[in-house]
């Protein structure tokens, strides 16, 4: 198929962009047949490569046997069999997997289980769920009011309750160190500071990505950020919830982003890495305790028709069991420790780039009007749109934010699939030089 005069499609965007023929591994070729390195796995969800052939065959053996079966009235092996290996991956006590089919349901589910946990034990005063700014939780009215930007998020103040925000920590942090303890108790210290002023008896939980995803472009936490959290959460009873829909399923290096230092959420949201691009799924987990209070108050009031599709959750199964069978957790940490040494020497060459960060193959690099003044981009340079269109020329996907100063600035993300090798690293770079 060739591009139509009038499209009838209706995104956000109206820029028109190639259109796909087929993708494979971690390329993807147009209609005209050029190829492009696909830098972004779409949007931080094609983990594993595109078209792997045991995820298609595992798929294909699926449905052949039923490609639906409504959860009210059948179960199904596949969602049953991924429950266990989620469960099992899962920090410990995390044993109970509520099954949607994409990130913001997954936000969304945990907002309705947080809050009827609250209820069950007797607590129905808390309600209130603590965010960051700048972040990104989903789309859906719930999500929407965790999300902290409000060019997003305004229209529909009206229509949702939007939720208290402490303010995520920032790409440069006014001369703080990130290695040094302060920095981390510093940011931490808001979230005390805002449960303090909202009423610790109203405040049901606080949510966050361990590693910030495109809100924040690839944000790593100053040391001791998400210890403390997590001390200052259990010291006010309030449950933590890690959205991990872009960092979960391997892209950092650890198959969810908390291990890295170790924190355990007592609610945790997994999507896109999940069934990576396979199939639409995702995953709230949730602690056995909290499940049983909620299932012994009447039951959870909640639920989608999709939820555990036996297709998706086939696709979750195979998926898991490449990233174990290919070690792509290990590669991701090795192959991504690279690119951010050769995106850092691209810093050498450019004083627009002000920073380069982020955990294995979830990076990004950042442009400034220069690294002495580190303000962001005026709007009238048009550096950033021309990298996207020289990325684009030069056969690679790159994604991108340009958000004027409301997020973190104006940043790339550099998140190919986690099959990578040196020689992608290389392509890359050239990508982009
Ligand atoms: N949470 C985070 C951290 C995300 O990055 C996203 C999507 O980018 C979502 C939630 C919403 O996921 P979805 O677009 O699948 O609804």
């Known amino acids: 198929m060739s591009r139509p005069q009038t499209s009838h499609l209706f995104y956000q965007s109206r820029q028109r962009r ?11 070729w147009d209609v005209d047949g050029k190829r492009y390195l696909d830098g972004s796995s779409g949007a931080m969800v094609c983990n594993i490569g595109h078209s792997n052939p045991r995820v298609l065959e595992a798929m294909r053996k699926q449905m052949d046997k039923s490609t639906f079966g409504y959860r009210l009235h059948f179960e199904t092996e596949p969602a049953e069999l991924l429950a266990a290996r989620t469960a099992a991956l899962a920090p410990e006590g995390l044993e109970k997997v509520f099954f949607v089919s994409g990130g913001s349901e997954a936000v969304e589910s945990a907002i309705k289980l947080a809050r009827q946990n609250a209820i069950a034990i007797g607590q129905a005063q808390r309600y209130k769920i603590i965010s960051r700014e ?5 789309c859906t009215l719930g999500a929407l009011a965790l999300t902290g930007y409000a060019p997003l998020t305004a229209p529909f103040d009206p229509m949702m309750r939007p939720m208290p925000k402490i303010p995520a920590p920032r790409a440069y ?17 808001m979230l005390e500071a805002k449960i303090l002023s909202e009423g610790p008896e109203t405040i049901l939980a606080f949510i966050v990505e361990p590693i910030g995803g495109a809100s924040t472009g690839a944000l790593v936490p ?29 892209r950092t290096g650890k198959f969810f982003a908390g291990e890295h230092w170790n924190v355990d959420p007592d609610i945790l949201v997994i999507s896109k890495g999940f069934a990576a691009g396979y199939a639409p799924l995702g995953a709230m987990i949730a602690h056995k305790d909290i499940v049983t209070n909620v299932l012994d108050n009447g039951g959870f009031l909640h639920g989608f028709t999709y939820a555990g599709n036996p297709l998706a959750c086939s696709a979750g199964l195979a998926v898991l069991d490449e990233i174990e069978r290919e070690n792509l957790c290990q590669n991701a940490a ?13 810093m050498d060459r450019y004083s627009i780039i002000g920073d380069v960060r982020g955990e294995g193959l979830l990076l990004a690099f950042e442009l400034v009007e220069d690294r002495a003044s580190l303000r962001p981009l005026a709007k009238e340079l048009n550096a950033f749109n021309e990298l996207v269109d020289i990325a684009y ?23 190919p699939p986690m099959i990578s090798t040196p020689d992608h690293v290389a392509e890359i770079i050239e990508g982009l030089d």
């Open 393 to 415: 020329e030069n056969g690679l996907i790159i994604y991108s934010r340009r958000t004027r100063g409301g997020y973190s600035g104006d940043h790339f993300l550099i998140a």
């Open 334 to 346: 090795e192959t991504g420790a690279l690119l951010k040494s050769e995106l850092k020497k691209l």
């Open 18 to 28: 190639p259109v796909l023929d087929q993708a494979r591994g971690v390329y993807m």
């Open 134 to 138: 700048p972040s990104y939780h989903g």
């Open 173 to 189: 942090l006014d001369g703080l160190d990130p290695d040094d303890e302060a920095t981390g108790r510093h940011y931490a210290d």
């Open 222 to 250: 100053p040391k001791g950020y998400m210890q403390r959290i997590r001390e200052i959460c259990t010291r006010y009873g309030v449950l933590l919830i890690h959205d991990e829909v872009m960092t979960g399923g391997g």
